[in-house]
């Protein structure tokens, strides 16, 4: 079974500093794997995602995420942070090739907070 | 270019109560998912449905949990005698097809809250 780990239930940066998230994942299959963002009240928007080929993958809003299978990791980052960033933030891997549709698993999520 | 409509946003029911709630796909989207949120927690998959068809309800309650898309109209995510655990996050997201080239795109969610 898949599952995905996010480290860090809240992280907390200053406006302009970088923002890293860490999500790793467990997959017995090669996975697919993406990044969501939540605001409040609204539905999940996603960010970027990673299926096959460049390992590092970029996104909307300045943010990127770089797929590491040594270290069955795939974290988030962006290198300065706006106060509009503020949100939650999901991880999630899908085993499309084995289950034959996107069959989502996600993180519990990572809530940033942004301060001037 | 409307996304995916779910209704209603807010849903208050009685222990007991029957719950429905609904979802309108994005335009050209025959493939929908339903994923429940409970408090703190990351969304859980629950259903996969393309047209007239349940393809997988791995996650979802095997009792008073049911869910349909017809060949016309929205999706409906229906429980039946609702308890205080099913007080969650409902969203539904569509997509064009069913391979992860073609991303999920998620609605805005119905809060359901039993009393």
């Known amino acids: 079974a898949q599952s995905v780990t996010q480290l860090g239930s809240h992280v907390s940066v200053s406006e302009g500093a970088l923002v890293l998230l860490r999500c790793n994942y467990s997959?017995?299959?090669?996975?697919?794997l993406f990044w969501y963002v939540q605001y409040p009240n609204q539905g999940l928007q996603l960010l970027l995602k990673?299926?096959?080929?460049?390992?590092l993958v970029k996104g909307i809003n300045g943010f990127e995420a770089e797929f590491k299978k040594s270290e069955t990791s795939f974290h988030l980052t962006k290198p300065s942070a706006h106060m509009s960033d503020a949100a939650e933030y999901f991880c999630?891997?899908?085993?499309?090739?084995?289950?034959?549709?996107?069959?989502?698993?996600f993180g519990t999520g990572t809530r940033l907070l942004v301060s001037p | 270019n409307a996304g995916v409509m779910q209704n209603p946003r807010h849903l208050v029911r009685r222990r007991g109560q029957e719950a429905r709630l609904r979802c309108s796909p994005m335009?050209?989207?025959?493939?929908v998912y339903w994923y429940r949120q409970l408090p703190e927690e990351g969304l859980k998959f629950m259903v996969y449905?393309?047209?007239?068809?349940?393809?997988?309800e791995s996650g979802m309650p095997k009792e008073r949990f049911s869910a349909e898309f017809p060949k016309e109209g929205p999706s409906i995510l229906r429980i039946q005698q609702v308890v205080r655990g099913d007080s969650a996050a409902y969203f539904c997201?569509?997509?064009?097809?069913?391979?992860?080239?073609?991303?999920?795109?998620f609605g805005d969610g119905t809060r359901l809250s039993i009393l």
């Open positions: 990673y299926t096959t080929g460049a390992t």
């Open positions: 999630a891997v899908s085993d499309g090739e084995n289950t034959g549709f996107q069959k989502l698993v």
């Open positions: 335009k050209g989207h025959s493939h």
């Open positions: 997201a569509s997509s064009l097809g069913r391979t992860s080239n073609q991303p999920q795109h």
């Open positions: 997959s017995s299959v090669p996975p697919y």
């Open positions: 449905l393309q047209k007239e068809n349940i393809i997988d």
